[in-house]
């Protein structure tokens, strides 16, 4: 390296092509480890160039081109490692997504026919997958029919389309209980019987999450352990 860059002793350069190819070796271990991709390979060749010129301009030293070919040349290896490694990362992590939302999905669907039946009172849902073979790129079609209905499609369920999007939420929150969340008039379509459900219901979660209920429904109210009135100083303003 020294006969085509003479004024920049050897090792300066070893040295900095050692630091660049450990410094992004560790980025890969840490991508890798976090289980997360980072496109940080993506037209790694020019980022390097750019990061090879900018320095040594700053220390006050020039770089020939043949140089820069030869310290490419050096490093392109590396980087060839890591994009490969990367596709494979890639294709573990979907392979991952895909058993995960699979599994996921099946035990949601089982929560989501039995709290359809019990606040309902009888009759039969389903979530379907549009497309099995690509789960992640499929859509969801909700299938319901409440006791003693025929239904052909969800708006001719009225009122009671909330209530079965109630349901779908209750059946998420059982497989993934999140520790605070905030509803906020999400019982408005309701009508007063199943206001009273849908609340009642709720204190199957309190264990291990808490709720924050913005209602005007008075059943939902008295399922409360805690009031906060709000008073309305005008018209649409709260």
């Known amino acids: 390296l020294a006969e085509y860059m003479p004024q920049v002793p050897d090792t300066t350069l070893f040295l900095f092509v050692e630091e660049e190819v450990d410094k992004r070796s560790k980025m890969y271990k840490a991508v890798k480890n976090a289980g997360k991709i980072v496109e940080f390979a993506t037209q790694t060749e020019e980022l390097i160039t750019r990061w090879v010129l900018a320095r040594l301009k700053k220390e006050g030293k020039n770089i020939t081109g043949s140089v820069m070919q030869l310290f490419l040349s050096k490093t392109g290896s590396d980087m060839g490692n890591i994009d490969r490694e990367l596709e494979k990362l890639i294709e573990s992590l979907t392979e991952d997504m895909c058993r995960i939302f699979a599994e996921s999905f099946v035990r949601i669907n089982d929560n989501f026919k039995a709290i359809f ?26 299938s319901v029919a409440p006791p003693g209905k025929v239904i052909k499609n969800l708006i001719s369920l009225s009122g009671e389309q909330s209530f079965v999007a109630i349901c779908i939420y209750f059946a998420i929150l059982k497989l993934r209980p999140a520790p605070f969340c905030i509803l906020d008039e999400i019982d408005a379509a309701l009508d007063e019987a199943n206001v009273r459900k849908y609340a009642q219901y709720l204190h199957r979660f309190t264990e291990h999450t808490q709720f924050v209920l913005v209602t005007h429904r008075r059943s939902a109210m008295e399922e409360a352990n805690v009031l906060y009135g709000v008073t309305m100083q005008a018209d649409g303003v709260s």
């Open 117 to 142: 039946k019990e606040l309902f009172g009888g009759g039969h849902a389903e979530l379907i997958l549009t497309d099995p073979e690509h789960v992640l790129e499929s859509g969801i079609e909700i």
